[in-house]
C-alpha cells in the first residue's frame, strides 16, 4: 500500500514562492507517473502539473505555467512542486498524486488511485 505525505504549504504574500514535498512511503516511485492538483472551497479539484517515469515529460496547467515546475526524487522517493510568483487565486489544498495505471489524460483525476491528504497553501495579497 503507498502513503504519500504531501508538507510545505503555509500562508505567503502574493508574489512570493513556497516549495511543496511529497514523500512516499511503501513503493518506490521511480516507475510510476505523478501529478499535483489542487481544490480551493466550492471548487473542484484541478489539475496543477504531471511528471512521467521519465524527469522530462512534465506538464502544465496554463494556470500556473512559467511560475511552477514539478520535479522527483527517485532516491529520496519524493516529488516536489516549486511556486514562484505566487498569486491569491493559488490559494488553496494541494494534493500529490500517483497513478499505477495507464494515464491517458494526465488532466483528470481517474488514473491516480492514490492520494495525499493534502497540505494548505494560503496567499494573501
Known amino acids: 500500500q503507498v502513503q504519500l505525505v504531501e508538507s510545505g504549504g503555509g500562508l505567503v504574500q502574493a508574489g512570493g514562492s513556497r516549495r511543496l514535498s511529497c514523500a512516499a512511503y511503501?513503493?518506490?516511485?521511480?516507475?510510476?507517473?505523478m501529478a499535483w492538483f489542487r481544490q480551493s472551497p466550492g471548487k473542484e479539484r484541478e489539475f496543477v502539473a504531471y511528471i512521467g517515469w521519465s524527469i522530462s515529460n512534465t506538464h502544465y496547467a496554463d494556470s500556473v505555467k512559467g511560475r511552477f515546475t514539478i520535479s522527483r526524487d527517485n532516491a529520496r522517493n519524493a516529488v516536489y512542486l516549486q511556486m514562484n510568483s505566487l498569486k491569491p487565486e493559488d490559494t488553496a489544498v494541494y494534493y500529490c498524486?500517483?497513478?499505477?495505471?495507464?494515464?491517458?489524460?494526465?488532466?483528470?483525476?481517474?488514473?491516480?488511485?492514490?492520494w495525499g491528504r493534502g497540505t494548505q497553501v494560503t496567499v494573501s495579497s
Open positions: 498524486a500517483l497513478s499505477t495505471l495507464v494515464v491517458d489524460n494526465y488532466t483528470v483525476l481517474t488514473p491516480y488511485n492514490f
Open positions: 511503501g513503493q518506490p516511485l521511480e516507475d510510476y507517473p
